[in-house]
């Protein structure tokens, strides 16, 4: 089973500013994929930028971008120049990857248990 | 105008009543997936389908049922069963075989309160 493990319940910045939000994840799976969602107070949920295991490359979505160590199972956001309606929950996700042999499909998703991010005036 | 749709938005029940939470995609989505979250908890899988007429379990199954008898719609029943109700309940979708494989849609939610 995965576990995913989100450290910073709350986190608070002024607009403008640079904010990097925890996430860890266990995992004995080579090929999983990463996501943020935001959940803002209408409580819809947003993907806000995706990672596959296999790539090394880190993910950039606009002023999303991620810093992924697969070696250390850490998954950081970056989010730059934040903007008052950046101000939401965020959450650390991992799927695992099948193969195709085995069906393909995907597995539901596990999630952190949230980041409040709060971009004060 | 895609998407995934859930009714009501808000739900109130008496304790010991079956419920059934609506969930309707017509995104043309294989998979559908239905989700729980708590004050204060992340979301967790209760159950997902694939494919019409089948259906697993995901962690947090116990109380709950669902089928799939349309593409396009996968219904929760939360029974009496189920001890602790009151949530907020997500459905999403995705496709499969594909590229963008692991992208999910989610739908606005549905607040079940029971009493």
């Known amino acids: 089973a995965q576990t995913v493990t989100q450290s910073q319940p709350e986190m608070s910045v002024q607009e403008a500013e640079t904010v990097t939000l925890s996430c860890t994840y266990d995992?004995?799976?080579?090929?999983?994929?990463l996501f943020w969602y935001k959940q803002p107070p209408s409580r819809q949920m947003i993907l806000v930028i995706r990672?596959?295991?296999?790539?090394?490359q880190n993910a950039t979505e606009n002023r999303f971008s991620v810093n992924f160590q697969k070696a250390a199972k850490s998954f950081s956001l970056k989010i730059s120049d934040s903007q008052l309606g950046d101000t939401a929950m965020y959450f650390c996700?991992?799927?695992?990857?099948?193969?195709?042999?085995?069906?393909?499909?995907?597995?539901?998703?596990?999630f952190g248990k949230g980041t409040h991010l709060i971009i004060q005036p | 105008d895609g998407g995934i749709t859930q009714s009501p938005k808000y739900l109130f029940r008496k304790e010991g009543q079956n419920v059934t939470l609506s969930c309707e995609q017509n995104?043309?989505?294989?998979?559908m997936y239905w989700y729980r979250q708590d004050p204060g908890q992340g979301l967790r899988l209760i159950y997902y389908?694939?494919?019409?007429?089948?259906?697993q379990k995901g962690d947090i199954a116990e109380g709950y049922s669902v089928s799939r008898e349309k593409k396009e719609s996968f219904p929760l029943t939360v029974t009496s069963a189920q001890k602790n109700p009151t949530a907020f309940y997500l459905c999403?979708?995705?496709?499969?075989?594909?590229?963008?494989?692991?992208?999910?849609?989610f739908g606005p939610g549905t607040r079940l309160t029971v009493t």
């Open positions: 995104l043309n989505h294989d998979a």
């Open positions: 995992t004995s799976e080579n090929n999983y994929y």
């Open positions: 999403a979708s995705s496709i499969l075989y594909s590229p963008s494989t692991y992208e999910q849609y």
């Open positions: 990672q596959e295991a296999y790539k090394q």
């Open positions: 389908s694939q494919i019409v007429n089948d259906f």
């Open positions: 996700a991992f799927m695992k990857r099948r193969r195709a042999y085995s069906g393909g499909g995907a597995d539901g998703l596990t």
